[in-house]
């Protein structure tokens, strides 16, 4: 394990319930299997039970599953034996990736319950993507899918020549949705990313799916629509029985 102490930095080993470093610095693991590396956390941050639960429904409906395979088929494509996934959420992507060591860090306990309790292969840390309790220069491969991009941590932590996956909504991700929802429904702007990696490679994935009346609600809850939306246009979402969506990804990929 290359977890290390948020405090000092040094090594974590995990010791019964707790991973503890060198300096008696102590973190307790929860009895889900994650390890909350926050030094101080007066409320809870990240997505709450109910976002948690609404994400983990529609995810299970299979509909994102092809970009799933894309990018675990973008990780195979060289040797990878470390991985750290950035805002990992409930696992669902994480889980999946075909590499021998890996951590996701989130800063939702809500989300790493989940992920915890459900994959034992992956080392969860409640931690800020954007200070990592990873060691300098020791990661084969960082992914961030639908989180912000921390590219001082990740280009710290990839080793020399390590890459990374980036992961955002194309122009017509969920545009039908949009279409139910406002009158003038605008495509998502998909911005290069402000870095010093070289782009290897990037594609636009698409798939069209039927969402029925739970799949579409759970969706459009996963979405930062739901907060920006006046009650009477989600009543009109809420009378569909059904929609056909668009899934849309930009998935690029860059080398440190
Ligand atoms: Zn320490």
């Given at each position: 394990?290359?977890?290390?102490?948020?405090?000092?930095?040094?090594?974590?080993?995990?010791?019964?319930?707790?991973?503890?470093?060198?300096?008696?610095?102590?973190?307790?693991?929860?009895?889900?299997?994650?390890?909350?590396?926050?030094?101080?956390?007066?409320?809870?941050?990240?997505?709450?039970?109910?976002?948690?639960?609404?994400?983990?429904?529609?995810?299970?409906?299979?509909?994102?599953?092809?970009?799933?395979?894309?990018?675990?088929?973008?990780?195979?494509?060289?040797?990878?034996?470390?991985?750290?996934?950035?805002?990992?959420?409930?696992?669902?992507?994480?889980?999946?990736?075909?590499?021998?060591?890996?951590?996701?860090?989130?800063?939702?306990?809500?989300?790493?319950?989940?992920?915890?309790?459900?994959?034992?292969?992956?080392?969860?840390?409640?931690?800020?993507?954007?200070?990592?309790?990873?060691?300098?220069?020791?990661?084969?491969?960082?992914?961030?899918?639908?989180?912000?991009?921390?590219?001082?941590?990740?280009?710290?932590?990839?080793?020399?020549?390590?890459?990374f996956?980036?992961?955002?909504?194309?122009?017509?991700?969920?545009?039908?949705?949009?279409?139910?929802?406002?009158?003038?429904?605008?495509?998502?702007?998909?911005?290069?990313?402000?870095?010093?990696m070289e782009l290897l490679?990037?594609?636009?994935?698409?798939?069209?799916?039927?969402?029925?009346?739970?799949?579409?609600?759970?969706?459009?809850?996963?979405?930062?629509?739901?907060?920006?939306?006046?009650?009477?246009?989600?009543?009109?979402?809420?009378?569909?029985?059904?929609?056909?969506?668009?899934?849309?990804?930009?998935?690029r990929v860059y080398r440190?």
């Amino acid at each position: 394990m290359k977890l290390r102490c948020p405090i000092c930095g040094k090594p974590l080993d995990k010791i019964n319930r707790s991973a503890v470093c060198e300096n008696r610095h102590s973190f307790d693991y929860a009895k889900q299997g994650y390890v909350n590396l926050l030094i101080r956390q007066s409320v809870d941050h990240g997505d709450n039970k109910a976002m948690v639960q609404a994400r983990t429904n529609f995810l299970h409906s299979g509909s994102y599953d092809f970009l799933r395979n894309t990018i675990c088929d973008m990780i195979q494509k060289e040797p990878c034996d470390t991985l750290a996934d950035l805002g990992c959420g409930e696992g669902y992507y994480t889980s999946s990736f075909p590499v021998r060591e890996k951590y996701g860090f989130d800063m939702s306990k809500e989300a790493l319950k989940y992920a915890a309790r459900t994959d034992h292969s992956t080392h969860y840390a409640v931690a800020s993507i954007f200070h990592l309790p990873l060691p300098d220069a020791s990661m084969d491969a960082c992914v961030t899918c639908f989180a912000p991009f921390a590219d001082a941590e990740i280009q710290r932590v990839l080793k020399p020549g390590g890459r990374f996956i980036f992961v955002s909504p194309a122009p017509y991700h969920l545009f039908e949705m949009k279409q139910a929802l406002y009158e003038h429904p605008y495509e998502n702007i998909v911005e290069p990313l402000d870095t010093t990696m070289e782009l290897l490679d990037e594609r636009i994935i698409t798939q069209k799916f039927t969402a029925d009346h739970n799949t579409l609600m759970a969706l459009f809850e996963m979405t930062p629509y739901v907060h920006r939306t006046k009650k009477e246009d989600i009543e009109r979402l809420a009378q569909k029985e059904s929609m056909e969506i668009t899934a849309s990804f930009v998935v690029r990929v860059y080398r440190r």
